[in-house]
């Protein structure tokens, strides 16, 4: 008998087909299988309830894949659309029931409500089928119960005598068990195959976005502090702006009937707060000096500028002028600013949603109306913390040891946060010890809306990051694969705030530096734009001409590139670098945007020079 038994673990359920992020069965029973040596789960599927497409599956998978045992999870029990019994059946050659009655007894000693199983198994040509019910307890349970024999029901079910696998069982009971991997135990039994289902990019960011919702609001002064927050109500004008009739230069205030001609000045009026509250009153045949932002007299109609006036009579000692000659003809309201031209009392100044940018348009107005606070929401705060035994602060001035690397993401990151203008927190680095990396994740959560992590989340032994957060912080995972490149181990989970507000998002990212790099600006920027209530808060994107071929990879990729208007206008890219692999920080060098490639196909290999391709613009414009 082959020492490597091929499973296929088929989640049977109309939820989870729609959204595999859902399937808590499906990944368990994946890691119970695998906690076992001499398996290999080599297909993980997530189909709906259908008696047909069940069928289709567990015949493929039996005839085609030749696998050694199918267990499927979900569809057993009374529910109207429970049908895996009734669509597997008829596939089977034979059926073992006295697999099915052991399983049965096992589990009504643990919960009478075992008796609603209606799960059956049985062999179909050479594989054996097992049926379970769609509960992680109840796939622990059920696998549980029969795990001993089925390396000795394989074997005779192939063909062979029993002999070798009875003389292993003989020998007692499997080493380490079949329970999910635990943290601690992760070394000895470490799963082989990622229990994790590969989700395209689309889901992987509807997955997130879904799930993330804006901060609430909060009142905040109208200062600097207020620079990339959003609105969230609408600001009215309770003051009008100019507030006052303003002179738009230093010149004269006239009444425009009187026309050119020579006049006594009677009243000065310097842009300062008038004393009594009241402005100057001037008659037909008046005119008054009046500097840029003065207060028109009452019964002035225009300005008329300096420059178009000629003194004709001073006071003996110099200190004023007397009489002023208005050389042209001036329109009636010429030069000046009336009250509320700029702003009316009541106009809807700002919409609720409104960013405030940092061009300042937005702070000068609230101020110039006199607002003293506005109801923005709040800008989360994200914490970022390295992990593995090898990494090392980048700052610490001491020469690297064999092995040691320098932190490169949390600089990375924590810059392009900044740049963005959202709050961080440093978590520092946390070596790849479950009791440090449990600790420092939980501090983060305490204090941010987001931990993001990186490194720690692929197949290695040090890799401990997803069952730390499934067992040690009751995170619920999300994804755990992306078919992306770079970031196909890239991980989201959430955890209950303790707080009753919204769950906690933790970002667990591949620690390749350009992996994390990417899938921070691909997933965290927007999650915190989101946050912070943008409600445009994905990369925008054009089409650009790409400058030469690009090769496809398996997985769809974001190629680091630039983006550049040509000098006839039109819009080129070009990658950055031809070796893009994601542990080679240089190819992010001078990257505004990441290219959008398809997965290659039989059809397509290559995109072609002078091709249109999609690209997000991470930064501006080269
Ligand atoms: N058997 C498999 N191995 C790997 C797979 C796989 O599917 N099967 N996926 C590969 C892919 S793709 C990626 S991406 C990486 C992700 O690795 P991890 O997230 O587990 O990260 P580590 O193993 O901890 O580190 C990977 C790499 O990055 C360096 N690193 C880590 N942290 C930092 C940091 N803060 N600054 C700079 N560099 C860092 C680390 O030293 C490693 O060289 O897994 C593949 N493996
Ligand atoms: O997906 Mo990994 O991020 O290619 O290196
Ligand atoms: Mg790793």
Redesign the pocket.
Known sequence: MSSNLRVGVLTISDTASQDPAADTSGPSLCRLVEAEPRYTVEVIACIPDDHKVIQKTVTAWCDELDLHLVLTTGGTGFGVRDCTPEAVLPLLDRQTPGISHLIFAKSIQITPFAALSRAVSGIRGQTLVLTFPGSPKAVKENFEAVAKMLPHAIDLARGGTGKKTHEKMQGGPRPSGATPAAVEEKMSRRLRK?PYPLIPMDQALSSVMDRVVPLPSIQKPVDGSLIGAVLDEDVVAVEAVPGYRASILDGYAVIDTDGPGQYPVTAVSIATASSDGSAATLLPGQIARITTGGALPDGATAVVMVEDTLLVKSSEDGTREETVEILAKVRKGEAIREIGSDIQVGQTVLKSGQVISAVGGEIGVLASIGVQKVLVRQHPVVGFL???N??VNHDNGEALKMGQ??????PTLIAATKAAGFDYLDLGIAPDRPEDLEAAIKDGLAKCDIVVT???????E??LLKPILEQKLGATIHFGRIMMK????TTFATVPNPDGGQPKLIFAL????V?ATVTFHLFVLPALRKLAGYEKYMWPSVQATVAHDVWLDERPEYQRAVVSVTPEGSIKVQSTDKNQM??RMVNMLGANSLMVLPGRTAERDSISTGQKIECLLISNLG
């Open positions: 990622s390295s992990t593995g090898e990494v690397i320098r932190d490169s993401n949390r990186t490194g720690g989340v692929s197949m290695g040090m890799d770079p970031g196909k181990p591949p620690g390749n530096p992996s994601s542990s």
